[in-house]
């Protein structure tokens, strides 16, 4: 566990909210002001605990000292989480897969019981929508898709101005839409060709090691062990030149456009936000999602809609992100 303290002269008076996001290996948590001020902020272990007891308890010891060096519990207007599978109307954790806590987990009662403070919960990506829309690129925004690019494909749809979360609270998993029809295997969900399995940082890795066994061409990313070839690497690569490295973000590029394409078609976005890791290799993945985003919609929707890459600092951006969701509750 690590934690740091930042900008602790905050105003007297002013209300603060906790934003806390679970991930399968590690939590992060902060207190945020009203414009996204992180005052004091740290992260803590998921996977040291197997069931989800101790957990809370932890994170109330983490929590517990900022919440008194803020100025008490009666500055703090709630919590909110961003979790894997969870549930903002149930305030339920479910069936996550990457979480050590199988089942359906009544998360956000459990911590209301701790800390004694209103809990919001939503899944990691609709938090990551609602902090770009208060925080970041989205701001003014009433019409946006916000796409997470990390180790999997989050999701978060804005319309209207609401976020959709569907009847039971599970819309907008993006990333498990069937893009290539009895394509790649998914060994989270067992499902065949879905956006995730190709447009992640992991599928970025599947696709170079594809690449590299069906093609002869030379490549830098032949002098690396298979077991090490990631995202990253191929990002490497591509900058020093290398053909075969930018063919396999061309490819990822062209299956994320795709994709792109037909969530367009389905909401009317303003705009797509692009978040994580893998917007990191810059135009060698956004110059082909964008051209074959383009060359797959009707003309309609044509050289309309923006992408965009987020403007939230990704160290900060998980817990914006939740801690956005309480300024959200009535």
């Known amino acids: 566990m690590s934690n740091k303290k930042e900008n602790s002269g905050s105003k007297a008076m002013e209300p603060l909210a906790i934003g806390i996001d679970i991930g399968g290996t590690g939590t992060k948590y902060g207190i945020v002001d009203r414009v996204g001020n992180i005052l004091f902020s ?6 040291n605990h197997p069931t989800v007891e101790p957990f809370i308890d932890e994170l109330y010891e983490c929590i517990a000292p900022f919440i008194e060096q803020a100025g008490g519990v009666g500055r703090i207007k709630g919590i909110g989480i961003g979790a894997p599978n969870g549930n903002y109307y149930m305030n339920t954790i479910e069936h996550a897969a990457n979480l050590p806590w199988k089942g359906i987990i009544p998360f956000g009662k459990m911590m209301e019981d701790k800390f004694k403070l209103p809990v919001v919960l939503t899944n990691d990506a609709n938090a990551a929508a609602i902090g770009e829309m208060m925080y ?3 701001q003014d925004m009433h019409d946006f898709i916000m796409i997470t690019l990390g180790t999997g494909v989050g999701s978060g749809i804005v319309a209207n101005g609401k ?3 569907g009847h039971d609270g599970f819309a ?3 990333g498990h839409t069937i893009i290539v029809p009895d394509g790649r295997y998914h060994e989270g969900t067992g499902k065949r060709g879905s956006l995730e399995s190709y447009a992640s940082a992991t599928g970025v890795r599947l696709n170079a090691l594809e690449f590299l066994e069906k093609s002869d061409k030379p490549s830098i990313l032949r002098n690396i062990p298979k077991e090490k070839i990631d995202s990253k690497q191929v990002y490497v690569a591509a900058k020093e030149g290398d053909e075969l490295a930018k063919e396999i973000f061309d490819y990822t590029g ?3 456009g795709m994709a792109l394409a037909n969530f367009v078609m389905f909401s009317n976005p303003e705009a797509i ?3 994580g890791g893998l917007t990191k290799s810059g135009d060698f993945i956004l110059k082909p999602t964008r051209d074959h985003m383009e060359a797959n919609l009707i003309q309609v929707f044509q050289n309309k809609v923006k992408i965009l890459v ?3 600092k990704e160290s900060d ?3 914006l992100g939740a801690s956005a969701l309480v300024w959200e509750m009535n």
Not at 42 to 47: A, F, I, K
């Open 42 to 47: 740290g992260e803590m272990s998921t996977r």
């Open 136 to 138: 970041g690129a989205a």
């Open 163 to 165: 976020l959709i979360y």
């Open 172 to 174: 907008g998993e993006l």
């Open 254 to 256: 062209k299956i994320l």
């Open 273 to 275: 936000i692009l978040f």
């Open 310 to 312: 987020s403007h939230l």
């Open 317 to 319: 951006a998980a817990i």
